[in-house]
Nanobody
Framework: QLQLVESGGGLVQPGGSLRLSCAAS????????MNWYRQAPGKQRELVAS???????NYADSVKGRFTISRDNGNYMVYLQMNSLKPEDTAVYYC???????????WGQGTQVTVSS
C-alpha cells in the first residue's frame, strides 16, 4: 500500500521555475520506481520523468535539460524541478509509483501547473 500527494503547482511566467513535490506514505518507499506524468487539455497523459529505485533517471525529449527528477528515500519524497518553463508545459502533473515485478501501481491526485504571461 502506498499513498501519494502532490503539491507545488501554480501559475508561473514563461521562463520561470517551479518545484513539484510528491509525498509518499505507507509501504517502504525506496523499492518503488517513481514517475511524473502530465496531462494537458485535449491530450493524452504523457510520461515526463522517471527515477528508478536505484536512482536511474529518464526524461521526455520535450523536457530534457529543463526538468530534473530527484528522490529523498529517507523522507519518502520525490521532486520535479522545472526550469525554463514554456506555455506548452501547462498541464496537470501526476506522481506515479510502481514496484518492479508487481502489477499494482499508485497515483496521486494531481497538481495544476499553468505557464502564462
Amino acid at each position: 500500500q502506498l499513498q501519494l500527494v502532490e503539491s507545488g503547482g501554480g501559475l508561473v511566467q514563461p521562463g520561470g521555475s517551479l518545484r513539484l513535490s510528491c509525498a509518499a506514505s505507507g509501504s517502504i518507499f525506496s523499492v518503488y520506481d517513481m514517475n511524473w506524468y502530465r496531462q494537458a487539455p485535449g491530450k493524452q497523459r504523457e510520461l515526463v520523468a522517471s527515477i528508478t529505485s536505484s536512482g536511474t533517471t529518464n526524461y521526455a525529449d520535450s523536457v530534457k535539460g529543463r526538468f530534473t527528477i530527484s528522490r529523498d528515500n529517507g523522507n519518502y519524497m520525490v521532486y520535479l524541478q522545472m526550469n525554463s518553463l514554456k506555455p506548452e508545459d501547462t498541464a496537470v502533473y501526476y506522481c506515479h509509483a510502481r514496484r518492479d515485478g508487481v502489477r499494482r501501481d499508485y497515483w496521486g491526485q494531481g497538481t495544476q501547473v499553468t505557464v502564462s504571461s
